[in-house]
Nanobody, 122 residues
Framework: QVQLVESGGGSVQAGGSLRLSCVASVYTAGYCMAWFRQAPGKEREGVAFMYPIGSTNYADSVKGRFTISRDNIKNTLYLQMNSLKPEDTAMYYC?????????????????WGQGTQVTVSS
């Protein structure tokens, strides 16, 4: 069972930056790793995905502003968030799924962190 622990959330003003980290309890190079977010009253949405082969995919709302990366030696996934907007305010979750595939549906991920709050003020 993969355990994930996020950190790095906080409160920033619009235009600011944050870097989220997610430390995994196992070697995750063969996993699909992703960042999801959920704002109050809204569904959980995928923000950024890193496939086992290293390719990435982003939600249209964050393209050009967010960058997902991983350090396989440290078993750590990152999300660099730049040019933050108030609409980026949400709880951010790290997620993982094995098996060599990657999905946009959060129901198909079988490991989740506890979440880290990001608040962007205007």
């Amino acid at each position: 069972q993969v355990q994930l622990v996020e950190s790095g959330g906080g409160s920033v003003q619009a235009g600011g930056s944050l870097r989220l980290s997610c430390v995994a309890s196992v070697y995750t190079a063969g996993y699909c790793m992703a960042w999801f977010r959920q704002a109050p009253g809204k569904e959980r949405e995928g923000v950024a995905f890193m496939y086992p082969i290293g390719s990435t995919n982003y939600a249209d709302s964050v393209k050009g502003r967010f960058t997902i990366s991983r350090d396989n030696i440290k078993n750590t996934l990152y999300l660099q968030m730049n040019s933050l907007k108030p609409e980026d305010t949400a709880m951010y979750y790290c997620a993982a799924v094995g098996g060599g595939h990657c999905y946009s549906d959060p129901l198909l991920f079988d490991a989740w962190g506890q979440g880290t709050q990001v608040t962007v003020s205007s």
